[in-house]
C-alpha cells in the first residue's frame, strides 16, 4: 500500500540558517520506495517512478538539502510531505525523521552509507571470492567442510547482494523470496559448518536442519501464496530456537 506524511518543520530550526541553504533531512530508514516533498515540490525520489522491479530504499539511509528559495518565511508554512510505497510481505513505512543543521546531519549520513551500503557491497565481494576459493578446494578434496562452508558463504553473498541499494528488474516477490530463502540456508550451512567442524554429537538437531533446508523452498512459497507475514514470523522463531 502506500502511505503520505505531512510534517512542519521543528520550532527549533531557526531562521539564520535558512537563507544559506544551511537546513537539510536526513530519513534514516523509509521503506520500500518514496518521495520528499518540501511545500509542493519535489526534492528527492527513490524507485518511485521506476516499474516493477526489486528494490528497497530501507537499505541505507537519505539525506536531502532543504533549498532556501523553497522555504516559506513563516516557520509554520512550510510542510514536508514523504510520500511511501510498501511491498507485499516486506517490512515497510518510515523511521524518524531528522530536521536540522545541513553539516551535522550530512556528516551522520554519511558514517551511515559506511556501515548500511559501502561495509555491505565489501562484506558480499569478499563472501563471493571466499565462497569460491573454497568451493574450488572442495572439488579437489571432497572434504565436507569446505563444502558447508562454500554454500554458505556463496548465499551469504547472494543475501547481502540482495540487501544492497540496489535495482532489480522482474516481479518483487519472486526476488523478495530469493531474499528470505538465502537467510534460511545461510543459518543451514552455519549450524552444519559448525555441527561438522566441533563435532556437537547432536544427530537428532542435524536431521531437523537438514529437513528444513529442503522444506524452506515449499514454505516460503506457501507464505507468497497466503500473503500472511505470521507465517514468516513463525518459520524465523522456529530457525532461533534451533540455532540457539
Known amino acids: 500500500g502506500r502511505g503520505n506524511v505531512a510534517l512542519a518543520l521543528p520550532a527549533s530550526v531557526g531562521n539564520g540558517v535558512w537563507t544559506a541553504d544551511g537546513v537539510a533531512v536526513l530519513l534514516p530508514r523509509v521503506s520500500a520506495r518514496f518521495r520528499l516533498l518540501l511545500n509542493g515540490h519535489e526534492l528527492l525520489s527513490e524507485s518511485w517512478r521506476q516499474g516493477a522491479g526489486y528494490v528497497d530504499t530501507g537499505n541505507h539511509a537519505h539525506f536531502a538539502i532543504l533549498p532556501a528559495a523553497l522555504l516559506a518565511t513563516e516557520l509554520s508554512a512550510n510542510r514536508l510531505q514523504i510520500e511511501v510505497q510498501g511491498e507485499a510481505l516486506r517490512t515497510s513505512g518510515l523511521g524518524p525523521v531528522w530536521v536540522g543543521p545541513r553539516d551535522a546531519l550530512q556528516y551522520r549520513y554519511q558514517e551511515l552509507q559506511i556501515w548500511q551500503a559501502n561495509l555491505t557491497w565489501m562484506v558480499a565481494a569478499c563472501a563471493f571470492m571466499l565462497g569460491l576459493m573454497a568451493l574450488l578446494i572442495w572439488r579437489y578434496t571432497a572434504e565436507a567442510l569446505f563444502g558447508l562452508l562454500a554454500g554458505g558463504l556463496l548465499i551469504l553473498a547472494l543475501r547481502l547482494l540482495l540487501s544492497t541499494p540496489l535495482f532489480i528488474p ?39 536442519v537438514t529437513g528444513m533446508m529442503a522444506l524452506a523452498p515449499l514454505w516460503l512459497l506457501l507464505v507468497v501464496a497466503v500473503g500472511d507475514y505470521r507465517l514468516y514470523r513463525w518459520w524465523m522463531g522456529l530457525i532461533v530456537a534451533i540455532c540457539v
Open 170 to 208: 522482474g516481479p518483487f516477490w519472486a526476488w523478495d523470496y530469493l531474499h528470505k530463502l538465502s537467510f534460511t540456508w545461510y543459518c543451514g550451512f552455519t549450524y552444519l559448518l559448525m555441527a561438522q567442524l566441533f563435532l556437537f554429537g547432536q544427530r537428532q538437531v542435524y536431521r531437523v
